[in-house]
């Protein structure tokens, strides 16, 4: 669709010059004809031989002027549309610099808009890094608050587990030795409802023995992490990440929150027994991405309640980020993240 855009507009650049040269040799012959100037050959032959080589002459020079502006204009647009198209993708644009012609207060007004743009997000991740600092300093208050709802998530999840994992196994024993088919089938009900409370037990022990980050690099917390969790649950990950990439405070410490909601999401209720987890670094944004091979779900409102998505969603956008989820029954989920690094921050940058 663009490449047949384009290629409409040098069309239509190629015919406006060719009419704006046909006019041109219009109006000079009527004037060079009104004023006597004009000599007009006595034969046809050669009046007709001079009018085409006139003719072809001005439609030549009209196409090549109308092709000049033409490209002119592609280009001027093409380097507009490419900053636009950065700014969609949440990565900061390059300066657009002069490009004249008469999208020159355009491309002012963008590199003005561009800015700005640089500036909030800027002014985000600032804002998101103050925010770890008081978090830090109220952590004691939210580890209270944490465990009330570990409480809650205790009770309505794993307690009510193991209640109807004792009333079945209490079943089972009054229809052993009358239905024993009906038996084995309530013994596999057990099974998996022990399976169930199990992977909710093992999320919870994540909750309960967080890691923190602590002023550590982002590739060392999310290293222990990776350890923890892989001591503690029959899963395999893999981190991906350049030991040497840091970055401002309040940016790691999301990053690292999302990555431990995902893992979470992931042992209460993909199923899965491989998760990937990459972070590289492209230009002046950072790209995240977390992939399992679990059963995958529908996504809608009530599944982005329940899963946390709407956490991450939120933790994203306090750092100017962006965030996709793909997933579908059967299919795994992947989680894509891009967060962009306005002036290049780096670690040391805040201090």
Known sequence: ????????????????????????????????????LLDVPDTWPLRLRAGLTVLTVSITVGALYGLYRSMQTKIQFDRLQDTLILWEKGNPARPIGPIGGEMEGLADQLERVGKKWEEQVNSLQRLSTHNAQLAEQAR???????????????????????????????????????DLARARRQVELIEEMASVAQSEMRAL????????????????????LVREIQAKAAIEITLDMDAG???VKGIENHLFRIVQEALSNTLRHAKADRMEIVVVRRSDALRMSLKDNGVGFELDEKKQASYGLSLMQERVSEIGGSIRYITAPGKGTRIELTVPLVNGEQRGSEE
């Not at 022990?205 to 222990?224: C, D």
């Open 205 to 224: 022990l994540l909750h309960l023995r967080p890691v923190y980050l602590e002023g550590k690099p982002l590739y060392q917390g999310l290293s222990e």
């Open 245 to 247: 990439l840091e970055l």
């Open 1 to 36: 669709m663009r490449k047949s855009k384009k290629t409409n507009t040098i069309v239509r650049g190629i015919g406006s010059g060719i009419l704006l040269a046909l006019i041109v040799l219009l109006s000079a012959l009527y004037v060079l004809y009104s004023y006597g």
């Open 140 to 178: 004691v208050s939210a580890i209270v608050e944490e465990r009330q709802r570990l409480a809650r998530e205790l009770h309505d999840a794993v307690s009510q587990q193991l209640f109807a994992i004792s009333m079945t196994a209490t079943a089972v024993g009054r229809t052993f030795e009358k």
